[in-house]
DNA sequence: CTGAAAGCGCTTACAG
DNA sequence: CTGAAAGCGCTTACAG
């Protein structure tokens, strides 16, 4: 790339300066005068210098770049948070290497493998993932968590975790309440983690809030954990309850994509949605507008959550103090055709 | 990360050898004694040594990175495409840029630069981009187009080139005689470029061959050029056309996402699918297999497409002799409800 | 505000 | 097959 490389001694030259300053204007951290700055930057341009980020980085251990591991880049909604990241990343000079693990424990180490060599500034999360605590803890980059948190209940925050997420218990409650006073009572649910420690629990806490409120009992038969927030594993699902004969008037998927695989198979089946079955998602996807029916469902601001983590995490490295770190932004509540409207 | 670093002397000192010896067997290229060998790994295994990728990268001009520029990672096609590059390089101990550029100039401009900084190993360009090849011709990296290829008409395919693709002619050719022998005579067209000596006058001359060999003339109409292929633009185009008055019977999207939007927008204007209009779509997205009614579509081998692109590009950096640089894998063809099956 | 110099952790001819 | 040494292109105290 570029035939001869030109390096800060070539510029140092060209300005007359010497090497140490031109690395000064580079980084503009120090103070360097007017006059002398404009005459590295000239040269610089004259030049067509471009820093090499081996050597930058091998004095200054700052890669300027960070890595993304997410659980399933094809999920649109984390794809649109990823939008959020790079794009101010971007911004900012960095790099952003990104991960796809598919929850997969043996990428998740690989991909750490790789980002600790690579010397990433920070690290962010989408998803939910098994065990990256652990792994995560004695690294001492930065870590920013998108729509899930880091489980470290009972202790004080460490200084390098930051989580950007909504208020899923409230976001559950939202979405349960609204079918309840729609009439209905039995809804299945269809979650990933529920025993975690973290948005999982939340949201079925939601999901109990609500129907304890209606006087509802929750019904066992109805429940399906650890799921795979996947379009086919929403259809299968549907499958497996309407053989088992289960009687049920809605359902709550903590995705949009498992909603969206509900309906197809509730389609299948003969179900009318929503005249027969209320269906409602989680996130906010594009694809849940223009389904048919349109999907009700709780909407995530993801490319706000995306652009907010990266925020967080340049002041985090900037060493600025961050007082607030565990960010809930706000979601909103989107009633469409499959609940009726 | 890490508390002190260990590096290749501390390496060498625990292993009783020279520190060149370690870097030998770090990049396993020339021979090192089994004995010597095994001992330095030992050693590296007790310290828990991590290369650094900045020294390494200083002296080798080897950064053991790519980078990935897409024109809008939120499409699915492109995430899937995205995984398999992703999990090949990832084998290979590579990280991966990713750059989403929303097709805007500016954006790839800095993502190049960026790449460049960073001294990426090779670029992948996924889907259409407005005069990249102009940018990427003097960057003296590989470039590896998926979907798309870079225009080179006319001259020799420089060998730092090549694209991984389906036969994009054909494939418009199927979906279009399909078409035509279920009776369709007014088929709307959704595409993005189709004057870019690439994959969009391909698929356009496809469209045009089997018009051709049907007898049926092009209506101007019912052409829908520059599109951006998103739900959003194939929803505003079906609403043009109703509102325009113009007479079809069915519609051939270049893009999944854009025949999701169009069908959407049907539903809303009350026109039945298949019944009164047929829908085929382009790329095979998940999501067209559950959309209801499910979507006929020209499946391309995404996940294959960028695992071969990663293993072309792999070949090329090592300098292997690459002699088919133009790969055309293939497509399949499948039949769902929204044509009727 | 700025120059000279040391050194970051590797790789790679050069000898042997 | 292996060791010693130079040097990749920067950054950063250290002086001035």
Redesign the interface.
């Known amino acids: ?2 035939e001869k490389t030109v390096t800060i001694k070539d510029v140092a030259k060209e300005a007359g300066v010497g090497a140490g300053t031109v690395s000064r204007v580079l980084n503009d951290a120090v103070h360097v005068s007017p006059k002398t700055r404009k005459a590295v930057e000239l040269a610089m341009q004259r030049l067509g210098y ?6 930058r ?2 004095k200054s251990n700052n ?3 960070m ?2 591991i997410v659980a399933d ?2 999920n ?1 909604c984390f ?2 948070i ?2 959020g990241i ?2 101010t990343l ?1 911004k900012s ?8 693990t ?1 929850m997969d424990e043996e ?1 998740v180490t ?2 750490i ?7 990433v500034s920070g690290i962010f999360i989408l998803g939910e993932h098994f065990d990256t605590k652990k792994m995560l803890t004695d ?3 930065p870590v920013v968590t998108v729509t899930s948190q880091i489980p470290i209940c009972g202790y004080e925050l460490p200084s390098n975790f930051a989580s950007i997420t909504i208020n899923n218990e409230r976001a559950a409650y939202s979405a349960m309440d609204f079918l309840c006073k729609k009439g209905k009572r039995k809804t299945v649910l269809l979650m990933s983690l529920a025993d975690d420690e973290n948005v999982g629990k939340a949201r079925y806490q939601g999901y109990q809030n609500a129907l304890k409120e209606h006087g509802i009992e929750i019904d066992q038969e109805l429940l399906f954990f650890n799921q795979r927030l996947s ?2 594993s929403g ?1 299968e699902c549907i499958y497996k309850i309407h053989e088992k004969g289960v009687d049920f008037d809605s359902i709550f998927a903590v995705s949009d994509l498992t909603a ?2 509900a ?2 198979a509730l ?1 299948e089946l003969g179900y009318a949605v929503p005249e027969d079955i209320a269906v409602v998602g989680f996130d906010g996807i ?2 849940g ?4 029916p ?1 999907l009700t469902t709780i909407d995530q601001p993801r490319f706000l959550m995306g652009e907010t983590a990266a925020k967080i995490m340049l002041d985090m490295i900037h060493k600025k103090k961050v007082l607030n770190r565990e960010i809930i932004l706000d979601f909103e509540f989107v009633e469409r055709e499959s609940t009726g409207k």
């Not at 471009?50 to 050597?55: C, E, G, I, S």
């Not at 507008?289 to 048919?292: D, E, G, Q, R, V």
């Open positions: 790339m570029g471009k820093p090499n980020a081996f050597a980085g091998l890669s300027y770049s890595g993304v880049i094809t649109p794809s649109k990823i939008r790079e794009g971007q000079g960095f790099g952003m290497f990104l991960f796809d598919e990428k690989q991909s493998n790789i980002m600790e060599e690579k010397k690294l001492y980059v379009m086919e259809y969206l695989g309906m197809r389609s594009e694809q507008a223009y389904s048919i349109s």
